[in-house]
T-cell receptor, first 111, second 113 residues
Framework: QKEVEQNSGPLSVPEGAIASLNCTYS??????FFWYRQYSGKSPELIMF????GDKEDGRFTAQLNKASQYVSLLIRDSQPSDSATYLC???????????FGTGTRLKVLA | GAGVSQSPSNKVTEKGKDVELRCDPI?????LYWYRQSLGQGLEFLIY????????KSGLPSDRFSAERTGGSVSTLTIQRTQQEDSAVYLC???????????FGQGTRLTVV
């Protein structure tokens, strides 16, 4: 069974802190990894993608990929209350074209 | 259009009726995906299109569900003889090609009463 796993949370962090969200996947052949943000009642919104081992930074967001350990993480620096949402990790599995989504981690940034 | 467009935004239907949900992807995007999200749940893969072909229909929950895509553009998801368990938000996404970033529409909230 090909899986993407995330801690469901909620993960609570104070405003201004760093939020760290983690995702593990089971398919060693996966090559691309995506983070989506989903506000309650809204559709998922793409915020980051990463293809290579290491870090990728975009503004306050940093995606980290470690293919050997099969995990991908998302760091949010200077967290704001507006960052409060569910964060979904998505992995297209090798040999298929479907993105497998984790169940998401609910993040609460406390003002 | 600028983004993925889905219609209708909301649909209430009686049990046993058929419904059609429409997805208009971003222009030029060859890959199109349908997902379903029940209340408080994750995204459940339904079907994927590459052009007009559907290489992977494995996620369709039953033979009451079907989908097509014409002209490499608009896709329709049809649910026949709807059941209450079909109530969910149906999300469509498109991407420029497979395994690249996918962008979602606003979804269709289906309620079967």
């Amino acid at each position: 069974q090909k899986e993407v796993e995330q801690n469901s949370g909620p993960l609570s962090v104070p405003e201004g802190a760093i939020a760290s969200l983690n995702c593990t996947y089971s398919d060693r052949g996966s090559q691309s990894f995506f983070w989506y943000r989903q506000y309650s009642g809204k559709s998922p919104e793409l915020i980051m993608f990463i293809y290579s081992n290491g870090d990728k930074e975009d503004g306050r967001f940093t995606a980290q990929l470690n293919k050997a350990s099969q995990y991908v993480s998302l760091l949010i620096r200077d967290s704001q209350p507006s960052d409060s949402a569910t964060y979904l990790c998505a992995v297209p599995y090798s040999g298929t074209y479907k993105y497998i989504f984790g169940t998401g981690t609910r993040l609460k940034v406390l003002a | 259009g600028a983004g993925v467009s889905q219609s209708p935004s909301n649909k209430v239907t009686e049990k046993g009726k058929d419904v059609e949900l429409r997805c208009d992807p971003i222009s030029g995007h060859t890959a199109l995906y349908w997902y379903r999200q029940s209340l408080g749940q994750g995204l459940e893969f339904l079907i994927y299109f590459q052009g007009n072909s559907a290489p992977d229909k494995s996620g369709l929950p039953s033979d009451r569900f079907s989908a097509e895509r014409t002209g490499g553009s608009v896709s329709t998801l049809t649910i026949q003889r709807t059941q209450q368990e079909d109530s969910a938000v149906y999300l469509c996404a498109s991407s420029p090609k497979t395994n690249t970033e996918a962008f979602f529409g606003q979804g269709t909230r289906l309620t079967v009463v």
